[in-house]
């Protein structure tokens, strides 16, 4: 058992449901991107994961693909990134999880991205764009590094394909709350609820939820569904208008609202 489900399992047991803040590595710059991490850290995320940027984001909509743009413009890499993550092994403890397309992990080599992952005190990664059956290079050098592998569950996916892609997860589940990219509007919460209550049945991995997640009030009706919450673009929108200001009372009030009983 990986850093990421050994965190969300202990949280699981102590009746705890976590928040998991995404942001892109190198936005606004390099370094507060790591002072970003060390911040929410202080205030309570179960984890962070970490966008490594990218010149074509498919799964991420208009506010994370600027963010991208905009590190990439700064001159953020994989390398850097993971160099400027390593300065952090020492002060940051939760896990720190990466969310990179495949052709980053592609060109640095599985084998060396992964190695380098490890250095850098990662926990596991995301690759929304790597399918479980094309993955199994990644997956073994991801495991023989201690990695754990996080996949994608859309609202659509069938309960026998759940079954598959949870048998190559081992991290935690990632429940797509709409079909669609990263910072779209969350339709039906109702049903939302539904399809978890079926994927649940069918896995006993943690369950994280994400995609479109912006106010408390849909934490407090998600979290009895699932084991943590993952939040980006309404964070990163919150963090373009109000700072880290903006960005921490975003963050305590979805806290709040993962505490607040139906």
Not at 45 to 74: C, N, R, W, Y
Not at 159 to 165: D, F, H
Not at 198 to 224: R, Y
Not at 234 to 244: E, I, P, Q, V, Y
Request: hydrophobic share 40%; glycine share 12%; with cysteine.
């Amino acid at each position: 058992m990986g850093k990421v489900r050994e965190t969300l399992e202990s949280m699981r047991e102590e009746g705890r449901k976590g928040l998991i803040p995404y942001m892109v590595a190198g936005y606004p710059s390099l370094q507060e991107s790591m002072d970003i991490i060390v911040t929410l850290e202080e205030h309570g995320a179960a984890a962070v994961e970490v966008g490594i940027p990218f010149s074509d984001p498919m799964a991420d909509g208009p506010t994370i693909q600027k963010a991208h743009a905009q590190a990439l413009e700064k001159g953020a890499t994989p390398g850097s990134i993971m160099e400027a993550l390593s300065q952090l092994k020492d002060t940051v403890n939760i896990p720190l999880i990466l969310m990179t397309y495949y052709n980053p992990i592609l060109h640095m080599g599985l084998k060396n991205f992964a190695q380098r992952a490890k250095e850098a005190g990662i926990g596991g990664a995301i690759v929304p764009d790597l399918p479980p059956e094309e993955a199994k290079g990644w997956i073994r050098y991801a495991r023989e590094e201690g990695l754990d592998t996080v996949f994608l569950v859309a609202p659509n996916t069938s309960l026998e394909r759940v079954k598959t892609i949870a048998r190559v997860t081992s991290g935690f589940l990632y429940y797509l709350a709409l079909k669609g990219v990263t910072g779209s509007v969350i339709g039906d919460i109702g049903e939302i609820e539904r399809r978890l209550s079926q994927v649940k049945e069918v896995t006993s991995l943690p369950i994280g939820v994400g995609f479109g997640i912006s106010n408390p009030q849909e934490a407090t009706l998600l979290a009895p569904w699932c084991d943590a919450l993952i939040v980006g673009s309404s964070l990163l929108r919150a963090l373009d208008k109000g700072g880290m200001k903006g960005l921490l009372g975003l963050f305590e009030s979805l806290k709040e609202g993962l505490l607040t009983p139906l």
